[in-house]
């Protein structure tokens, strides 16, 4: 008996199983991707977060460590070519940073990249809101340019 396929959004919103979302769809659930320019819609904010990490995905920055070339390689080549969708990758996410404004890295890096979201010890729920909803609004308008770059109007 062949196992049936479901799409993914199926599955999340099954209730046998459970799915824990990244923190980009935590701030699209609490409504607070809807901040930055009226043009664009949480939705295309969330489809770009998601390139964008697959970008750094699979330009493997994160295992890039330095080689030691003193020590002979097994079949005795010398060369480190990567792939061609491994360098089109990195290029993609390295143009796709340029992009984006300093002030707005933190927040990119930390909630889409890393997938961790801001921690407040207000003790005023008050503040804390101020706090969240900054961060979002600058999450926003980075993403407003990674949005403008995937489309081809970025400037670099």
């Not at 979201?117 to 340019?145: E, Q």
Request: hydrophobic share 35%; net charge positive.
């Amino acid at each position: 008996m062949e196992r049936e396929t479901r799409d993914i959004d199926e599955i999340r919103k099954s209730k046998d199983i459970r799915y824990n979302k990244s923190t980009i769809e935590r701030y699209v659930g609490y409504g607070l991707l809807d901040l930055g320019n009226k043009l664009y819609s949480a939705d295309d904010r969330l489809k770009v977060a998601q390139r964008f990490y697959e970008d750094y995905y699979f330009s493997r920055l994160e295992t890039v460590s330095s080689t030691d070339l003193s020590k002979v390689k097994v079949d005795r080549s010398t060369r480190y070519d990567l792939s061609p969708k491994i360098v089109e990758a990195r290029v993609r996410f390295n143009n796709a940073i340029r992009c984006i404004p300093q002030e707005f890295w933190n927040v990119i890096c930390q909630i889409v990249l890393q997938d961790k979201d801001f921690s407040f010890k207000d003790k005023n729920k008050y503040h804390r809101a101020v706090k969240r909803h900054t961060i979002a609004t600058m999450l926003c308008f980075g993403l407003d340019r990674l949005i403008e770059f995937y489309r081809g109007k970025g400037k670099f």
